[in-house]
Every structure is written in C-alpha cells, then in structure tokens.
C-alpha cells in the first residue's frame, strides 16, 4: 500500500533571486568609475603647471594643422 505522505517530487533548488547582488556589483563598479575619475583629474592638475598654457595651445593648433593638412590630402587623393 502506499503512503499518501511519501513526496516522490524532485528536490529543486533556486538559483538567482531579485537581482540584488546586481544592483550591488553595478553599485560597487559606479563608485569604482567614479574614484578613478576624481583621481585622475586631481593628478591632471598636479602634473600641468599653470605657466604651460601657452606651449599646450601651440600643441593644439599644430595638432589641427596636421589634421586640415591631411584632410585636404585625402580629399586631393578622392578626387583623381
């Protein structure tokens, strides 16, 4: 005879849950960008005098000589 009590289901275990330990690691990697960033600038302002405005200036405008330069050669190059 057999006993109505006896459960033959199989045991099943859950895995996962309500995404908390999401929101957490999404947490934990946000204030880890975050950190880095303020590092990062605060190391800017060290390592960049005030008195190189000048020299990075003159960088940035070789820079854009540079950039036209090649602009106007690729477009000399499309056009033959």
Known sequence: MANPDN???PIVIRQ???GLGLVIAA???VGGAVYVVNVW???Q???VPQGN???I???VESLKESARQGVEA???AAAQ
């Open 53 to 55: 405005g000048q020299v």
């Open 41 to 43: 600038s605060t190391h």
């Open 27 to 29: 947490l934990i990697l």
């Open 16 to 18: 996962g849950g309500n």
């Open 7 to 9: 459960n033959d289901a």
């Open 57 to 59: 200036k003159e960088g």
């Open 45 to 47: 302002k060290v390592v």
């Open 74 to 76: 690729i477009k000399g």
